[in-house]
């Protein structure tokens, strides 16, 4: 039997340089994301939720780190919630923050069944899923006294997010950084909004963390978000900078070089006879014109037969 090579001093330093940097990496894009949208205040209770999957992981083991080298001081409080997965190893998590001397809690609430007995076989369990937890979640940051809750959604998820909305529900949304719930009650943000999904998963590999699969939405193969990411992974291998660039996008919306009557008061508009800041440019210059062709060419062919 073959033994595996143990890596040299020089290729052991190398490997921890780069795990150093790419922690480094995630701390600064956090700490910007935290600041750019004001996320944490002194005095704040953050509930850090939990799944056991890279990213809920990765936030909490950021967020402790940011909260040592951070200028104001809150409260981190990680809290899991256990649907009653057939198989789940409920042992994992409350050992794991034990060991890392976190505050937590585990709250017990068996919407697996209720969601195996309400959603027809091959149908979609996401939204009831995520609706359930939700509302599980809002209690529970009642009950601890949370002044913010916590989720894991990185760069990837607003990015799906986006096109899912935009090509199934016929609205330009996504995943904010930072948002009210809809009972008005609570303060949800997204610290890792700036950190790309291969970050996540790699820094999840270097920490060893005890992953927890998940026995619905991670089971379902052909959920429309799966697809999504695909095209977003074709699209960044074939067209590097894209990505980039849509997600840029969503910090720099013009409201009136789009539609909605809501955002900008197209029925108002008068003459002038001034110029405008941002006025007609409804193409913009050289970068524009020049990429076109290669966004346009995997959704429209340049050239059709007849």
Known sequence: METAAVPSVRQAEKIAHENNKLHK?????????????????AG??????LSGGKDSYALLDILMTLRQRAPIDFEIIAVNLDQKQPNFPAHVLPEYLTALDVPFHIENQDTYSIVKRVVEEGK?????CSRLRRGILYRVADELGATKIALGHHRDDILETFFLNMFFGGKLKSMPPKLQ?????????R?????????TSRYAEVRNFPIIPCDLCGSQENLQRKQTKAMLRDWDKKFPGRVDSIFAALSTVVPSHLMDRNLFAFKDLQVTGAAIDGGDIAFDDEP???TA????STVIPLHPTS
């Open 25 to 41: 990496r995630l701390c600064r894009l956090a700490g910007q994301a935290i600041g750019d949208f004001n996320m944490i205040e």
């Open 44 to 49: 704040d209770r953050v509930m850090v939720c």
């Open 124 to 128: 979609t369990t996401c939204a009831l």
């Open 181 to 189: 719930s809809d009972d008005g009650r609570h303060i949800v943000i």
């Open 191 to 199: 610290p890792l909004a700036y950190v790309k999904e291969a970050d």
């Open 288 to 290: 524009c014109t020049t």
């Open 293 to 296: 062709p290669s966004l346009l």
